[in-house]
Nanobody
Framework: QVQLVESGGGLVHPGGSLRLSCAPS????????IGWFRQVPGKEREGVSC????????YYADSVKGRFTISRDNAKNTVYLEMNSLKPEDTAVYYC?????????????????????WGQGTQVTVSS
C-alpha cells in the first residue's frame, strides 16, 4: 500500500525553526516530485514547496521564500522541509504529496491536481 508519512511537527516560538520529514511506505521516491502543502481549518490547502529529482528543480511559494528550504536524501528515501524564522501565520497542518512521476517542479509547482498520494499531515503551531 502506497503511503507517505510526515513527521517533525510541533510547537515553536515565533522566530524558531522546525524540520519536517516526509518518508514513503511501500515505494521509493526516485523520480516522483514531492510537494509540501499546508492547511488551516476553514481555508483551502496551500502549496508551500516542491522538489523534483528529474531536473533538480525546486519551487517555493512567495510566503515562504527565503525562510523554508526543501531537500531530499535519496539514500534515506526522505524529503525534508527546513523551516526557519517561523511566524504565527505558518501555523497549519503540513502535508507532503507525490507529484506525477518524472515531472518537474518547474512545471507542476504546487498545483493540487498534479499530486496523487498524500500523507496524513503533521501539525505545526507557531505561538508565543
Amino acid at each position: 500500500q502506497v503511503q507517505l508519512v510526515e513527521s517533525g511537527g510541533g510547537l515553536v516560538h515565533p522566530g524558531g525553526s522546525l524540520r519536517l520529514s516526509c518518508a514513503p511506505s511501500g515505494f521509493t521516491l526516485d523520480y516522483y516530485p514531492i510537494g509540501w502543502f499546508r492547511q488551516v481549518p476553514g481555508k483551502e490547502r496551500e502549496g508551500v514547496s516542491c522538489i523534483s529529482n528529474s531536473d533538480d528543480s525546486t519551487y517555493y511559494a512567495d510566503s515562504v521564500k527565503g525562510r523554508f528550504t526543501i531537500s531530499r536524501d535519496n539514500a534515506k528515501n526522505t524529503v525534508y522541509l527546513e523551516m526557519n524564522s517561523l511566524k504565527p501565520e505558518d501555523t497549519a497542518v503540513y502535508y507532503c504529496a507525490t507529484g506525477r512521476y518524472g515531472s518537474s517542479c518547474n512545471l507542476i509547482k504546487t498545483l493540487l491536481y498534479e499530486y496523487d498520494y498524500w500523507g496524513q499531515g503533521t501539525q505545526v503551531t507557531v505561538s508565543s
